[in-house]
């Protein structure tokens, strides 16, 4: 079959991936997938939304070739294809981080306020792990943490951890990671522990990227 016009052809569906980029809810549904699959109603859930919201969110996701669905009983569980739209966000990212004055605002207000530090790179945690030289301590909840975790990593939730203080000695580095590069918790965390005298920092990034760079990963049994 002739076609009149290839190129603009191929943006149009390059344009339904930028598409289904462009909204805050679905960059979160993807870096929430990006930790493992999970069903409508857990999403639901996490983001506070409804589950007819999510599911149309999902459904773009999916046509955009991002996301895929698979039947579990009454449920239907989405996961991500594969880590490219976990790269198309992170590129999304960067091009803001590098280009938007508002951005810029929001980490110099709230980010550098609670942690200016230059943060722990993936390789150099798990170099000062394999010399048993850091706490690390992931602050995701419970059901996160499940589906796959830091190897070694000890679960303290954000609201958790005011009660679990004593289980870090000061004379030895905590480092924190959640989410990913901007989730809250890590920053948190790092700004509580810190307040209470311990020597903390986060991971530059989080759990996705961890996953996503072939580093070990460990799954709650």
């Known amino acids: 079959m002739s076609i009149r016009n290839p190129k603009q052809k191929l943006y149009e569906q390059f344009a339904i991936v930028a598409k289904a980029l462009g909204h805050p809810q679905r960059l979160e549904l993807i870096e929430h997938l990006a930790q493992g699959p ?21 459904q773009t996701l ?10 579990d009983g009454k449920f ?15 590129s999304v990212r960067t091009v803001a981080e590098h280009h938007l004055a508002e951005v810029d605002r929001i980490v110099r207000g709230y980010f550098e306020a609670r942690d200016d530090m230059e943060p722990v790179t993936r390789q150099e945690l798990a170099d000062r792990m394999r010399d048993g030289l850091v706490t690390v301590i992931d602050v995701r909840p419970p059901d996160e943490f499940a589906l796959g975790h830091v190897p070694g990593a000890i679960n303290v939730p954000l609201g958790d951890l005011p009660a679990r203080l004593s ?13 990913g590069p901007w ?10 522990l810190r307040s209470h005298g311990y020597a903390a920092r986060r991971l530059a990034d989080g759990m ?14």
């Open 38 to 58: 999970r069903s409508v109603e857990a999403l639901a859930m996490k983001l506070g939304l409804p589950i007819a919201n999510v599911s149309q969110h999902l």
């Open 62 to 71: 999916r046509r955009a070739g991002l996301v895929s669905a698979e039947r």
């Open 76 to 90: 239907v569980n989405y996961r991500l294809v594969d880590d490219s739209g976990l790269v198309a966000f992170a």
């Open 167 to 179: 289980e870090f000695g000061k004379d030895r580095e905590v480092v924190a990671y959640c989410r």
């Open 183 to 192: 989730c809250v918790m890590s920053f948190e965390a790092v700004a509580a």
């Open 208 to 221: 996705p990227e961890w996953r996503a760079a072939g580093m070990p990963v460990e799954v709650a049994a």
